[in-house]
């Protein structure tokens, strides 16, 4: 099916990158029903067009999600622009070509080093990554981090690149002292796990022993959704929202009915204006909780 004449609107839900390792295997704390279906996935990326959604965030190692996207993209005319990362342990040619392939493009939007450890290990990815840049092959070249320390690093060493992918949420702050210095540079911020992989949707009173020293957080973070009139979705997406300094909000969609609720939380999020300031004070800087590899089994 083909799309030519959609209606597009230009509006705030532009700023959301839909996130596509649910489109690849099964992921997420609450995911149960596994990958989502690629005629679920054609709707999902119609629906976003229309409302202006222009990015789709992906990578080498989410399964067989760049061939459901590679499968999909054909349909829009080149209205989407694909980020994907590198496969761990790969020759960033090696793996940006299986990517291409895939994705059945001849060039991408942003392509990412998935895993800084191995950029550590061989800093010559990052000449394959511009050489790639310069050959028009991807438009912008940067980082997926998981630690603060790492992008410090890399600002302090003046290493070259245009897009970060970080965790952010309302429990997860620990990048924004970084924002301002990176907006400086002009390198575009994406962010993802605004919903903790769907922690924020486990009552309280539910929360593993792991997360009590969050649980108290998790409380004020319900009173702020029950007191506004707005669902958990609305609350964490409009929060991230509200940072002016964030290019990108990566949410990762479990299906049409998940997107649609991401969408009218956009919609919504002036209504948290009040609320900003209890917002504001649920950050957590423990790391075995805002870092899902961390949790406990």
């Known amino acids: 099916m083909l799309f030519p004449q959609l209606r597009i609107d230009p509006g705030p839900a532009r700023r959301i ?48 999600s760049e061939n459901v996207i590679g499968a999909a993209l054909a349909a829009f005319h080149g209205r989407f622009r694909v980020i994907t990362k590198l496969g761990a342990g790969m020759p960033a040619r090696d793996s940006l070509r299986e990517s291409l392939t895939r994705l059945r493009t001849s ?8 895993d800084y450890a191995s950029f550590v290990r061989d800093p010559g990815l ?27 690093r890399l600002l302090d060493e003046d290493i070259d690149f245009d897009l970060v992918q970080c965790p952010f949420s309302v429990f997860d702050r620990r990048f924004e ?16 796990s605004v919903f903790l992989q769907g922690l924020v949707f486990t009552p309280p009173r539910r929360l593993s022993p792991h997360f009590e020293g969050l649980r108290r957080n ?28 964030i290019d990108r909000v990566v949410i990762g969609v479990d299906g049409s009915a998940d997107f ?38």
């Not at 050489?131 to 992008?151: D, H, M, Q, V």
């Not at 950050?283 to 899902?292: F, M, Q």
């Open 17 to 64: 990158a839909i996130g596509t390792a649910q489109f690849g295997m099964k992921y997420g704390i609450n995911n149960r029903r596994g990958a989502v279906p690629a005629t679920e996935v054609d709707a999902i990326l119609e629906r976003g067009c229309r409302e202006g959604v222009d990015t789709i965030d992906t990578a080498h190692a989410y399964g067989h």
């Open 218 to 245: 998790m409380v004020s973070l319900y009173e702020v959704a029950a007191e506004s009139g707005l669902c958990i979705a609305s609350v964490c997406l409009g929060f991230a929202l509200s940072k002016e300094d």
């Open 177 to 192: 002292p970084l924002f301002p210095w990176l907006k400086r540079r002009g390198v575009e911020i994406h962010v993802r």
């Open 260 to 297: 649609e609720e991401n969408l009218s939380a956009v919609a919504e999020r002036n209504l948290l204006v009040p609320f900003m300031g209890t917002l504001q004070s649920l950050s957590c800087d423990d790391e075995r909780i805002v870092l899902p590899f961390n949790w406990k089994p």
């Open 126 to 152: 990052l000449d394959e990554l511009i050489a790639a840049r310069e050959a028009g092959i991807a438009r912008k070249i940067g980082f997926s981090l998981y630690y603060p320390a790492e992008l410090s």
């Open 107 to 114: 060039k991408v939007e942003g392509v990412l080093v998935h």
